[in-house]
């Protein structure tokens, strides 16, 4: 038998260098937002979750970790379907689930949530 020795610290080195960033500006900040708010008010809310992906989207592709940028995959037609289970589910409970939609958020977030290449 012949024996292997990988190196596993030097990839881990590699992947770590880098500065942590965020990059987006207040101007853009606004524009998005306002854009958001005019398009959810025009539809009585409807398209709240294509808001949501925007700004979303805005605040992820202008962050950088350990020097290696995110990028967010989340459509809002994804988020439309899960936005109406959740609103399904609280209203069959009454208004409990309501407390577990943060998390719910907060995961579909971050699934949604890579390293852009």
């Known amino acids: 038998m012949s024996e292997i020795t990988v190196n596993v610290n030097q990839n881990y080195v590699a992947q770590t260098e880098g500065n942590s960033y ?9 524009g998005w937002s306002i854009l958001g708010g005019l398009v959810t008010i025009c539809t009585l809310g409807i398209c709240y979750p294509w808001a949501i992906t925007l700004i979303l989207g805005w605040k992820t592709n202008h962050t950088v970790i350990n020097g290696r940028r995110l990028k967010f995959t989340g459509s809002a037609v994804g988020l439309f379907g899960n936005w109406i289970k959740w609103w399904v589910l609280t209203v069959i409970t009454l208004g409990i ?11 579909w977030k971050v699934k ?3 390293f852009d290449n």
């Open 112 to 114: 949604h949530t890579v």
């Open 22 to 30: 965020f990059d987006g500006g207040l101007l853009q900040y606004i």
């Open 97 to 107: 689930y309501s407390f577990w939609l943060f998390i719910a958020m907060e995961k």
